[in-house]
């Protein structure tokens, strides 16, 4: 079954070649070295220097908040796509992976779509990506008073909206992704720490929902975050 990139990565085949397309952006395709068409505006986005692509993404959202562009949010959602899935991946709690790309494609196009282009006249991809991080963080449903002793973390509630809260769910999160690339502990693990750390649900509820002991969750979460904690790069106190 097809997930919400891939539907985009199909939109884009045809997209990026689309000549009338590219003369709708004829403005932002002068800047991006007299770009044909799409697919060499992206081609010199992502070898250009931060400062470069930077000027580019600026035109594009620039015509998104003063013009309502679609195709200039379309290529701008295109161009941040890379980022886009490095939030899917972190913030485990949303979900499967095909919700977790869902949310972090809505997050994404939802900022480029009201991006604060008066206060922040640059930056525009670090930008886009942080904000629509902090929305994907408000979307899980609470975070635990208490994290696991064995990680040394303590989160606190999202209702605070405190930096320290968001810091410790990112950090969790990077370290439940690099431990799965690590095969340190498996997908599953990952996942049930993310719903019971970071999204605050309950044990008794996961297990209801997947049908099977609290017990068997309790035990395996423990030593997974037993692993998860002899890891040189784990998080500390």
Known sequence: MLNVFDLLDREWQQLKVDRGAARRLSDVCRLAGDARSLADLESHVRASSPVDADAILLALVTRVVDHHDDLAARVLLQLLLPGTRNLARRWWALGDHDERAAAAVSAVYDRIRTYPLARRPGRVAANVLLDASRQLRRS??????HASDDIGTHLHDCDTESAAANNASLELADA?????DEGIIDLRDARLIAQSRIGGQRIAD???????GARTLWDRRHRAEQRLASRPQSISA
């Open 140 to 145: 899980v449903p609470r975070v635990t008073t």
């Open 176 to 180: 439940l992704t690099d431990a799965v």
């Open 206 to 212: 996961i297990a209801a929902h997947d049908r099977v």
